[in-house]
């Protein structure tokens, strides 16, 4: 049985193993695949791994897929209703990354109420060697304890952003489709989206980008946030209008924001938000942690082994 990966430099690009791919069938791993290369490389292949290579109905009419594995969260590059035609079953890797981002969330609020890169960098040009002061900040710090975070998307990875919110002494206001009230307490409580927007210090976004929530973070719900409220995303770029985001930062309205995703990655050179006042912009990485993506390989290879025994995991289109 062949087995091939279209696109694993990003998750292994040298630091993990295949081995684990290895021992079920005949692995052909590339790094990268462009989109004219995709049904050539697929070839004769029963399984098919993919990470952000856009497989297609017009693909899957030429080739021999069983099973297509990805390896990430997010299937939208995959057309499964295509797939579910064809009876391929289509499997994603549901929790591989929820510390790491929740994690993230706070790398970039604690980098906007700190700046520390930017005070090391100080220290180091020789700035406080050069002051008659014991100490000294470039810009204004911010406490977090006793402010507010509104978590729009409260599944795993917002619950334990909150987790570590509530561990900061914050109060956070958490939005879902589904409340779940058991999860409220002293210092944590399910509100409506308006209530969020309109009441949060700090406002991050665990949501799935669908078309009811593209763009929720735009110039009419920024216009209802708090003078000075912080934006944080990890989640999808296109949650936010991001000609929107950079007016309100570059007029204050929006203090500061921390985004690890933008709507079209890698980012492009006239993306508003790269010009824009107190952005901190990371490169997609909140997943990347090696911790992260050696469990999303030992997941994906357990969804594999599941489907050659008949007995398929997280699967997404059956």
Same mark, same amino acid.
């Given at each position: 049985?062949?087995?091939?990966?279209?696109?694993? $430099?990003?998750?292994? #690009?040298?630091?993990?193993?295949?081995?684990?791919?290895? +021992?079920?069938?005949? *692995?052909t791993v $590339?790094?990268?695949? #462009?989109?004219?290369?995709?049904?050539?490389? &697929?070839?004769?292949?029963?399984i098919?791994?993919?990470? +952000?290579?856009?497989?297609?109905?017009?693909?899957?009419?030429?080739?021999?897929?069983? $099973?297509?594995?990805? =390896?990430?969260?997010?299937?939208?590059?995959i057309?499964?209703?295509?797939?579910?035609?064809?009876?391929?079953?289509?499997?994603?890797?549901?929790?591989?990354?929820?510390?790491?981002?929740?994690?993230?969330?706070?790398?970039? *609020?604690?980098?906007?109420?700190?700046?520390?890169?930017?005070?090391d960098?100080?220290?180091?040009?020789?700035?406080?060697?050069?002051?008659?002061?014991?100490?000294?900040?470039?810009? @204004? *710090?911010?406490? =977090?304890?006793?402010?507010?975070?509104?978590?729009?998307?409260y599944?795993? &990875?917002?619950?334990?952003?909150?987790? /570590? %919110?509530? %561990?900061?002494?914050?109060?956070?206001?958490?939005?879902?489709?589904?409340?779940?009230?058991? /999860?409220?307490?002293?210092?944590?409580?399910?509100?409506?989206?308006?209530?969020?927007?309109?009441?949060?210090?700090?406002?991050?976004?665990?949501?799935?980008?669908?078309d009811?929530?593209?763009?929720?973070?735009?110039?009419? !719900?920024?216009?209802?946030?708090?003078?000075?409220? &912080?934006?944080?995303?990890?989640?999808?770029?296109p949650?936010?209008?991001?000609?929107?985001? %950079?007016?309100? *930062?570059?007029?204050?309205?929006? $203090?500061?924001?921390?985004?690890?995703?933008?709507?079209?990655? @890698? &980012?492009?050179?006239?993306?508003?938000? =790269?010009?824009?006042?107190?952005?901190?912009?990371t490169?997609?990485?909140?997943?990347?942690?090696?911790? !992260?993506?050696?469990? /999303?390989?030992?997941i994906?290879?357990?969804?594999?082994?599941?489907?050659?025994?008949?007995? #398929?995991?997280n699967?997404?289109?059956?």
């Amino acid at each position: 049985m062949k087995i091939v990966v279209l696109d694993g $430099y990003t998750l292994n #690009p040298g630091d993990l193993t295949w081995e684990g791919m290895e +021992k079920l069938g005949e *692995l052909t791993v $590339y790094d990268r695949t #462009p989109e004219d290369k995709v049904i050539e490389r &697929i070839g004769d292949a029963e399984i098919l791994f993919v990470n +952000k290579v856009k497989i297609t109905r017009e693909i899957l009419e030429q080739t021999k897929v069983k $099973y297509i594995g990805v =390896l990430a969260t997010g299937y939208n590059v995959i057309d499964v209703d295509a797939a579910k035609e064809k009876g391929i079953l289509v499997s994603n890797i549901p929790t591989y990354g929820t510390a790491s981002v929740a994690q993230m969330v706070f790398a970039l *609020l604690l980098e906007i109420c700190h700046h520390v890169g930017a005070h090391d960098a100080a220290v180091k040009r020789g700035e406080w060697a050069n002051k008659t002061d014991f100490c000294f900040w470039k810009h @204004p *710090l911010i406490e =977090l304890a006793g402010k507010t975070m509104g978590i729009i998307g409260y599944g795993r &990875i917002g619950q334990n952003a909150g987790q /570590l %919110a509530q %561990a900061f002494g914050m109060k956070v206001l958490a939005y879902n489709r589904n409340p779940d009230k058991a /999860l409220e307490g002293d210092t944590m409580k399910f509100v409506d989206l308006e209530e969020l927007i309109c009441e949060s210090d700090v406002i991050s976004l665990h949501c799935p980008l669908l078309d009811s929530t593209k763009g929720i973070i735009n110039k009419n !719900s920024i216009a209802k946030m708090k003078h000075g409220v &912080i934006i944080i995303n990890t989640s999808r770029g296109p949650l936010i209008v991001e000609e929107d985001l %950079a007016a309100a *930062l570059n007029s204050g309205k929006v $203090y500061a924001a921390g985004v690890d995703v933008v709507s079209v990655e @890698p &980012i492009e050179e006239n993306n508003p938000l =790269l010009k824009a006042k107190n952005i901190f912009i990371t490169p997609h990485i909140a997943w990347a942690p090696i911790e !992260s993506r050696e469990r /999303l390989m030992n997941i994906a290879v357990e969804n594999l082994r599941s489907y050659l025994n008949g007995k #398929p995991d997280n699967i997404v289109n059956g």
